[in-house]
């Protein structure tokens, strides 16, 4: 059957409510074809999420309105083989994948949601190469210039540095993608005044649950953001469809879907391209 996620605007809404409200989803989702398997609590937002597997989108609607009558705010479609990326066995995992409020002193990024996004630089060994060290380093010290100037205007934060790239991580996913796309600006913006030393990027994303450890990041969600900077062009930007479905309504330039074969996926993945130049719609 599809796989749906939907959104709920519960500002307030305690866990033990909500525990109550997907108990409710259980007992009638039977007479209506209908498995909710998870729901998320983002209580720092005040939004609830439920991953529900449904013969239609009004058959999952049916269920909470029988439940509870608390229907969703919206409530799309999403790509089974993306989810197990970002979550691995979703049968094995608890109903509730809570992301608790922040603590004094605690940043946004903190949360245990992330978009994830990868750079890196085309032929950073041929520069070093063409125009020695001393030049090259230069070079790598505007890129690095450019793209921390970004990520703070968008509050990204740095995961780590790989040499030609960055890795860096975002509590919100249309951040991440307006972050993608001011990067790209401002390195087309730096090469048209400097043509003899263009610098040029290609740019991953993905969105998930990652694993913490060490002031690192790890898991399938880096895995993807990684995979997908991989097989970007130079000048583009690649993402999971599940950054294109979390940042519906946001009117953000998307081209169509698409799909790539990525190593360590079984399967083909749906993918998006971001517009970024200026003037040119989706």
């Known amino acids: 059957m599809p796989l749906y996620m939907d959104r709920h605007e519960a500002k307030g809404v305690t866990p033990e409510a909500l525990a109550e409200a997907h108990e409710k989803d259980l007992a009638c989702q039977g007479r209506h074809g209908v498995n909710y398997k998870h729901y998320w609590h983002d209580q720092t937002r005040g939004c609830v999420f439920c991953l529900v597997e449904a013969s239609s989108k009004e058959a999952a609607v049916a269920v909470h309105r ?167 062009e130079p000048e583009q930007i690649i993402v999971a469809s599940v950054v294109q479905e979390l940042c519906l309504g946001k009117k953000l330039p998307f081209k169509s879907p698409g799909t790539r074969s990525l190593k360590g996926f079984d399967r083909a993945v749906t993918v998006y391209e971001v517009e970024w130049r200026e003037g040119k719609e989706s």
């Open 66 to 232: 029988e439940a509870h009558g608390l229907l969703a705010n919206e409530i799309i479609e999403v790509d089974p083989n993306t989810v197990r990326a970002f979550f691995g066995d979703i049968k094995e995992a608890p109903a509730l994948m809570s992301i608790a409020p922040l603590q004094t002193g605690e940043t946004q990024e903190d949360t245990a949601f992330r978009a994830i996004l990868f750079t890196d630089l085309k032929g950073s060994t041929a520069l070093t190469n063409e125009l020695g060290d001393d030049k090259a380093m230069e070079l790598l010290r505007t890129h690095n210039a450019i793209i921390r100037e970004e990520l703070k205007e968008h509050s990204g934060r740095e995961v780590k540095h790989t040499g030609d790239g960055f890795m860096a991580c975002f509590a919100s996913v249309r951040q991440s993608v307006e972050c993608a796309i001011a990067i790209l600006q401002s390195f087309d913006s730096h090469n048209k005044k400097n043509q003899a030393s263009a610098l040029y990027l290609r740019i991953g994303l993905s969105a998930g649950e990652p694993v913490a450890e060490d002031e690192d990041l790890f898991g399938a969600t880096i895995q993807l953001a990684a995979r997908l900077c991989a097989c970007a």
